[in-house]
T-cell receptor
Framework: NAGVTQTPKFQVLKTGQSMTLQCAQD?????MYWYRQDPGMGLRLIYY???????DKGEVPNGYNVSRLNKREFSLRLESAAPSQTSVYFC??????????????FGSGTRLTVV | RKEVEQDPGPFNVPEGATVAFNCTYS??????FFWYRQDCRKEPKLLMS???SGNEDGRFTAQLNRASQYISLLIRDSKLSDSATYLC??????????FGAGTTVTVRA
């Protein structure tokens, strides 16, 4: 099983450029998430989608937009990249968090540098 | 107060040693608890769920203390391959997990 697939793996942007990070999962999970991870800051939630057709802001949504295209795909868009958005971005999916049995499954990450 | 806090370490231990560390959480209503392992420049991977009664998976033991609102992870007979950052995660609601910043463990030969 592929699990959670993120593209691209690496990206360098110039300040002001836009780009979309793609994420797809093949586990039939209802919920999907976008996190960023910065040194010393841990994982911070940008946006999440509890189920197909819904999206909600996380801790650090400013400068980002998301689209839950269908049950499998959840994309993250940077409309006008800023150096502060240099980070590692992880997509994740989950099923039934509340049961305490199933956690998140993460993609392998996108390393984004904004210059 | 952060939702989830961890001692960042690093914990530097010799092979074969036992190492243990905790993670505190602020939401007394949380019901789901997890430990993740993250290798350098890799994604976090689920190590184990933490159940109320405590649970073991080989050399790893996880405990939950609801009264003091912390979970713990103990690694016995440490291997070089256990060197990693360990993240704890606690549910915020039925859909979201909040993560600690991680505890770094380095096992030396």
């Amino acid at each position: 099983n592929a699990g959670v697939t993120q593209t691209p793996k690496f990206q360098v942007l110039k300040t002001g450029q836009s780009m979309t990070l793609q994420c797809a999962q093949d586990m039939n999970h209802n919920s999907m998430y976008w996190y960023r991870q910065d040194p010393g800051m841990g994982l911070r939630l940008i946006y999440y989608s509890a189920s197909e057709g819904t999206t909600d802001k996380g801790e650090v949504p400013n400068g980002y937009n998301v689209s839950r295209l269908n049950k499998r795909e959840f994309s993250l868009r940077l409309e006008s990249a800023a150096p502060s958005q240099t980070s590692v971005y992880f997509c994740a999916s989950s099923e039934a968090i509340g049961t305490g049995v199933y956690g998140y499954t993460f993609g392998s990450g996108t390393r984004l540098t904004v210059v | 107060r952060k939702e989830v806090e961890q001692d960042p370490g690093p914990f530097n231990v010799p092979e074969g040693a036992t190492v243990a560390f905790n993670c505190t959480y602020s939401n007394s209503a949380s019901q789901s608890f997890f430990w993740y392992r993250q290798d350098c420049r890799k994604e976090p991977k689920l190590l184990m769920s933490v159940y109320s009664s405590g649970n073991e998976d080989g050399r790893f033991t996880a405990q939950l203390n609801r009264a003091s609102q912390y979970i713990s992870l103990l690694i016995r007979d440490s291997k070089l391959s256990d060197s990693a950052t360990y993240l704890c995660a606690v549910n915020v609601n039925d859909y979201k997990l909040s993560f600690g910043a991680g505890t770094t463990v380095t096992v030396r030969a």
